[in-house]
């Protein structure tokens, strides 16, 4: 559900917030209690039900952002990401999953699906046509993922969502890399979005969560799974990541200026063999990315040449930190095929395009000038041990 009368900041500052009745300070007050009266009350509270205070308030704040009639925050992006999948699958249905989708959707699928009878396909692609061919008679979910992790593909959302409605299909996003500043996939007709809250909506590297946005209808079947799963999150974590979106549509633009400058500088390295970003205008799905997106984002992808080793580049590294995660304020690389798809088999990341060469780079805040000179020194001290080896 859009708000069009707050702007993105505002919205980021002050919906969802809980007032101070008492002390009238200036921030929401942090409810810790994971016990509540449950007589003579409109509702009967407990954390695992999503519905402490601090939870409730969140949940419209990200509503809010997502431009979703309700929402429901997770322990996690993988416990967002299994409820809401097992929400809408049951024994006897079949899912069509993305081919270029993070590596622990990926594991999710192929080592729990079949436990609990549910079918499912990857896509060859990442088009609408190829959703459309691995559709079956059963098929319950259309799952996507768009720019994808590691290798930042564009998907067609308002085209994917069509597709899903003339077959009666739910559609579900992952919306992780975009975050709801760069891309509001409910504005094209998707279903249900989820985020790992852990990457921009928490932006500092020190909140784990997860985030499912829809209809209420939908939202309350969540629900009813996320009770019996039981991924919800501390009240402490809640108030912290409420604290983190205030900022989060400052943080992100500013991701997004570092991303396009980077890809550009990159792109024109000659030490560099290809540069994934879909702020390029060489990239496949440039002109789509503009079309469905608000900013490209802050994440890209890049291959080195094959006579410099990417793990000596890491190491050499000063400024920039080789970490596991991303989407923080501060600038880190990684090797997916070591972390992010480290689960997936060396043929199905092959199939992917996902190489042991390629590195993950996600933008910060800092300076440019500054992530540039820390790759030249880099590149530069594995290239002279090159040469004296």
């Known amino acids: 559900m859009k708000n069009d009368t707050k702007g993105l900041n505002t919205i980021c500052t002050h919906v969802g917030e809980l007032e101070d009745n008492e002390f009238k300070g200036a921030v929401s007050p942090l409810y810790m209690s994971t016990s509540y009266?449950?007589?003579?009350?409109?509702?009967?509270?407990?954390?695992?039900?999503?519905?402490?205070?601090?939870?409730?308030?969140?949940?419209?704040?990200?509503?809010?952002?997502?431009?979703?009639?309700?929402?429901?925050?997770?322990?996690?992006?993988?416990?967002?990401?299994?409820?809401?999948?097992?929400?809408?699958?049951?024994?006897?249905d079949h899912v069509v999953l993305q081919q270029t989708i993070y590596g622990g959707t990926y594991h999710f699928a192929v080592s729990q699906f079949e436990r609990f009878g549910i079918e499912y396909s990857f896509t060859t692609g990442w088009e609408v046509e190829d959703f459309e061919k691995e559709i079956k008679p059963n098929t319950k979910v259309l799952y996507l993922e768009t720019?994808?992790?590691?290798?930042?593909?564009?998907?067609?959302?308002?085209?994917?969502?069509?597709?899903?409605?003339?077959?009666?299909?739910?559609?579900?996003?992952?919306?992780?890399?975009?975050?709801?500043?760069?891309?509001?996939?409910?504005d094209f007709g998707i279903d249900v979005v989820v985020h790992s809250a852990t990457k921009y909506m928490g932006g500092h590297s020190d909140i784990c969560a997860g985030v499912v946005a829809a209809s209420q209808e939908h939202i309350d079947k969540v629900w009813q799974t996320g009770i019996c799963f039981g991924g919800s999150?501390?009240?402490?974590?809640v108030w912290l990541l409420e604290r983190s979106l205030k900022t989060m549509a400052i943080r992100v633009k500013a991701q997004n200026e570092n991303a396009m400058q980077m890809a550009t500088y990159l792109s024109q390295n000659k030490d560099v063999d290809n540069v994934y970003y879909p702020g390029l205008e060489d990239h496949p799905g440039h002109e789509l990315a503009k079309s469905q997106m608000n900013g490209f984002g802050g994440m890209l992808s890049f291959e080195l040449n094959s006579g410099i080793d990417a793990s000596l580049f890491f190491k050499e590294l000063k400024l920039i930190k080789?970490?596991?995660?991303?989407?923080?304020?501060?600038?880190?690389?990684?090797?997916?095929t070591q972390t992010s798809h480290a689960l997936m088999s060396p043929e199905d990341r092959a199939k992917q395009g996902i190489k042991d060469s390629l590195i993950r780079f996600s933008l910060g805040i800092e300076e440019t000038e500054d992530l540039i000179a820390d790759i030249e020194q880099a590149i530069a001290k594995v290239k002279s041990m090159t040469v004296t080896a």
């Open 147 to 186: 720019p994808s992790n590691p290798l930042l593909t564009i998907t067609d959302v308002k085209a994917v969502a069509d597709l899903a409605k003339k077959k009666g299909i739910l559609s579900m996003i992952d919306n992780t890399f975009a975050s709801p500043i760069n891309q509001n996939p409910i």
């Open 37 to 92: 009266q449950f007589e003579d009350v409109a509702v009967k509270r407990y954390p695992r039900y999503y519905n402490t205070p601090n939870q409730e308030a969140l949940g419209k704040k990200l509503a809010a952002l997502e431009h979703t009639e309700a929402a429901l925050i997770f322990g996690s992006g993988m416990a967002a990401i299994s409820t809401a999948l097992m929400t809408f699958l049951q024994s006897g």
């Open 233 to 237: 999150l501390s009240d402490y974590t």
């Open 322 to 336: 080789p970490s596991m995660s991303l989407a923080g304020i501060e600038s880190t690389v990684l090797s997916p």
